[in-house]
């Protein structure tokens, strides 16, 4: 399967962005898909991840503002981000896994990624 990411841009705090990872050459509906960030300076962090049966979770620093959901009939995953925060800024990735459910947020689980989009909050 492949993926490609988009939706990235240059907001201001509080605006919303939604990414999108489309996949190809296979059924996202077989794979857990996971949204990854990654600021300057710093480690791969979990976001977010929809699983292959429809389950769903986010990381405890985007609760309440990121929702993750999946559109069957276009093969593609959605990450709707509402009130950004300059926190929020980095490159997103999105990837895959089959790994199971409890362990979703370990990014060292997914084997294709990808090429990222970059999301900016800035005033």
């Known amino acids: 399967v492949q993926l490609q990411a988009s939706g990235g841009g240059l907001v201001q705090p509080g605006d919303s962005l939604t990414l999108s990872c489309a996949a190809s050459?296979?059924?996202?509906?077989?794979?857990?898909l996971g949204w990854f960030r990654q600021a300057p300076g710093k480690e791969r962090e979990f976001v977010s991840a929809?699983?292959?049966?429809?389950?769903?979770k986010v990381a405890d620093t985007v609760k309440g503002r990121f929702t993750i959901s999946r559109d069957n009939a276009k093969n593609t995953v959605y990450l709707q981000m509402n009130n950004l925060k300059s926190e929020d800024t980095a490159v997103y990735y999105c990837?895959?896994?089959?790994?199971?459910?409890?362990?979703?947020?370990?990014?060292?689980?997914?084997?294709?990624w990808g090429q990222g989009t970059q999301v900016t909050v800035s005033s």
């Open positions: 050459g296979g059924s996202l509906r077989s794979y857990t």
């Open positions: 929809f699983g292959w049966s429809g389950n769903s």
């Open positions: 990837g895959v896994t089959t790994i199971v459910w409890g362990r979703v947020t370990e990014d060292n689980f997914y084997r294709t």
